[in-house]
């Protein structure tokens, strides 16, 4: 049973550490996908890959949030210094390249203390 | 941004009652897709809609993609408890970036036993 996977699926730190989530993606699927989910925003989406390279990331602070895919099999997102603003729940999709299907993770949860 | 309007917001039913939400957008789509999402999970996909006027079941489940191609219409027959969740619908509009989705905000749906 192909699905993503995320971790840490909870994460409660204090403002100004650093945060480090990570994502793997459905094996073969080359597109990745990162969001935000709070209920006053609902999901927005922060930034996407293809192919590994970053094509997108206009939807992330770019001051404390970094996107990265170290290889095919590991997304991470990181946020540095974290603030309170920053408490949500943080999603990583996959897909293929040709096909607008997007396949969720469980997600990481975040409280920014 | 793109914006999709998704209604109703919430909905309260009766376990067999038949259940229908909709979106709408202001720019044309080409891609219509429906998720479900339950507590504490990642959004699942339920049916992906391509054409204008294409109509596609999954279960009890069904969806169409509206000739307009500005909406979409998710159905549910004879509801039952494990229905409950939010629905999200989600789309790319034709002038769109590739990969990228505009979510909804979600119809929460409760079923009464």
């Known amino acids: 049973d192909a699905r993503v996977t995320q971790t840490p699926r909870h994460k409660v730190t204090e403002m100004g550490q650093e945060v480090t989530m990570r994502c793997q993606p459905i094996?073969?699927?080359?597109?990745v996908f990162w969001y935000r989910q709070t209920m006053m925003q609902g999901l927005e989406l922060l930034a996407y890959?293809?192919?590994?390279?970053?094509?997108?990331d206009s939807g992330m602070p770019k001051d404390r949030f970094s996107a990265e895919m170290p290889d095919a099999t590991l997304a991470t997102l990181k946020i540095q210094p974290s603030e309170p603003r920053d408490s949500a729940v943080y999603f990583c999709?996959?897909?293929?390249?040709?096909?607008?299907?997007?396949?969720f993770g469980p997600g990481t949860r975040l409280t920014v203390t | 941004g793109q914006q999709l309007n998704q209604s109703p917001q919430s909905m309260f039913i009766q376990e067999g009652e038949d259940v229908s939400m909709n979106c709408t957008s202001s720019?044309?789509?080409?891609?219509w897709l429906w998720y479900k999402q339950d507590p504490g999970e990642g959004p699942v996909l339920l049916i992906a809609?391509?054409?204008?006027?294409e109509l596609t079941s999954n279960g009890r489940l069904t969806a169409q993609f509206g000739i307009t191609r500005k909406d979409s219409f998710l159905n549910i027959s004879a509801s039952i408890p494990s229905d409950v969740g939010i629905y999200f619908c989600?789309?790319?509009?034709?002038?769109?970036?590739?990969?990228?989705?505009?979510f909804g905000k979600g119809t929460l749906l409760t079923v009464n036993p």
């Open positions: 890959f293809r192919n590994r390279a970053p094509l997108d």
């Open positions: 809609l391509y054409k204008a006027g």
């Open positions: 989600a789309g790319r509009d034709s002038g769109g970036s590739n990969y990228k989705l505009t």
């Open positions: 999709a996959s897909g293929l390249m040709g096909a607008y299907e997007q396949y």
């Open positions: 720019s044309i789509f080409n891609t």
């Open positions: 094996l073969g699927h080359n597109t």
